[in-house]
């Protein structure tokens, strides 16, 4: 069996190729997850199997967090120094975040989009867009996460579903009304997300929940391995054909500014997830359909669009 890591070319991989160098809480690090919950840092081609590091055996009740997304922040090179490595050609990447209590969604942060979505009648079904701050933020179920090993499912094979690729940003500590000068010291790290949605008249957080319409990977590239989030540069491709290419400069709110205003409203937790908004661009998908999206500093993420879900 073929996975999508194993079409992860060099240029990919070895996109700011220095992981490992020390930073927040421990290491500068790319992280993964990967056969059935195993836990990895990436080194060059291959990844170090850490899953003995963390404590994976949380208390009931769950917290309302993802359990080991804070423990992330504190792995440090020494304790797998001398480990051997595995390819990462040969593993099955799953979702970098396991359990995000949130998976909270931006879904006006760019001008071009919003002039697209008040021109298409499919995008906003009589609706006139104006401003994030009017609009607001809305929730994605968690049970729509999966990783780039995985596939879409369309849901209705009578109603259009559109990608959007997006900044993901995963947050590694408690932040309750935070300001914006101090919002980027909660980050933990940036990761790739497809906001995959079915338009309709339905609320936002309604249609972008059905299984499979939250995708994320192919990896966690912690926060130090990124100088500025709000100057990466994104882009998807649909078969070979390019169809976003944007800059996160572009966004309305930047990153800081989304996590003050979502934490004014409800408390964020180590492992929420906030997906900052998608440029213009967006489109269909259908089955059989490759999806290739970038952004600078944390690599590509590739996954197929699958049969419509039964």
Known sequence: MTFPSQRYTANALNANAAFIRMGW?????????FNN?????IEGSGLIDVRDLLDMRPKWPLPPWDWVAPQLGALSKDKW????????????????????GKIIGAPINY?????????????NQGKTYTSLDEFGLFL????SLIGPSDS?????????????????????????????EEALSFVLGYTIGLDITVRGQEFPGFRKSPDTFAVLGPWLVTADEIADPNKLDLS??????????SNTSRMIFDVARLIEYASAFYTLYPGDVIMTGTPEGVGPVSTGDQLV????GIGQLNIQVGETAN
Not at 81 to 100: D, F, T
């Open 25 to 33: 809480g421990g290491c500068r690090m790319r992280i993964c997850r």
């Open 37 to 41: 919950d195993r836990i990895g840092v």
């Open 236 to 245: 998807l491709s649909v078969n070979g054909e390019v169809r976003q290419k």
């Open 111 to 123: 001008k071009a989009h919003i002039d697209e979505a008040n021109a298409d009648r499919e995008i």
């Open 81 to 100: 120094a001398g480990r051997a490595s595995i390819p990462l050609s040969g593993v099955r990447l799953e979702s970098p975040i396991a359990n995000p």
């Open 140 to 143: 994605k179920a968690g049970s």
């Open 293 to 296: 999206a970038e952004i600078d």
């Open 152 to 180: 879409i499912r369309p849901r209705f094979k009578d109603r259009r579903t559109d990608h959007e690729v997006e900044l993901a940003v995963v947050i590694g500590k408690k932040a309750s009304r935070v300001s914006r």
